[in-house]
């Protein structure tokens, strides 16, 4: 069974930091790319970033440009995102995704488009708050 699992949530405050994880089981991740979203309570899914599996590339939304940062360690299995400065507007269930296709979970990621994705976790919680 093919599996996500994230995990790095909590409670932070304003300013802090949080690193996620999403570790997979039941397939490797060396030619999955990886997408990180975030749904916020009454908002719709927003893209967040991504990696690729062929070159390491990234996208980040403006709204956490030079703030969070992805990477993938395949010997672990494992995308992360590091999350720094962060602000109350953070807030959301965080969750990360799988696709075979680079460009699916770009388009997913980038522009809201929806495409079926392989593989998904069942987010955590990050909550941004004094």
């Known amino acids: 069974q093919l599996q996500l699992v994230e995990s790095g949530g909590g409670l932070v405050q304003p300013g802090g930091s949080l690193r996620l994880s999403c570790a997979a089981s039941?397939?490797?991740?060396?030619?999955?790319?990886i997408g990180w979203f975030r749904q916020a309570p009454g908002k719709e899914r927003e893209g967040v970033s991504c990696?690729?599996?062929?070159?390491?590339?990234?996208y980040y939304a403006d709204s956490v440009k030079g703030r969070f940062t992805i990477s993938r360690d395949n010997a672990k299995n494992t995308v992360y995102l590091q999350m720094n400065s962060l602000k109350p507007e953070d807030t959301a269930v965080y969750y990360c995704?799988?696709?075979?296709?680079?460009?699916?979970?770009?388009?997913?990621?980038?522009?809201?488009?929806?495409?079926?994705?392989?593989?998904w976790g069942q987010g955590t919680l990050v909550t941004v708050s004094s």
């Open positions: 995704a799988a696709d075979r296709s680079e460009e699916d979970i770009l388009v997913v990621t980038s522009t809201g488009i929806w495409r079926s994705l392989e593989v």
């Open positions: 039941g397939f490797t991740l060396d030619y999955y790319a």
């Open positions: 990696i690729s599996y062929s070159d390491g590339s990234t």
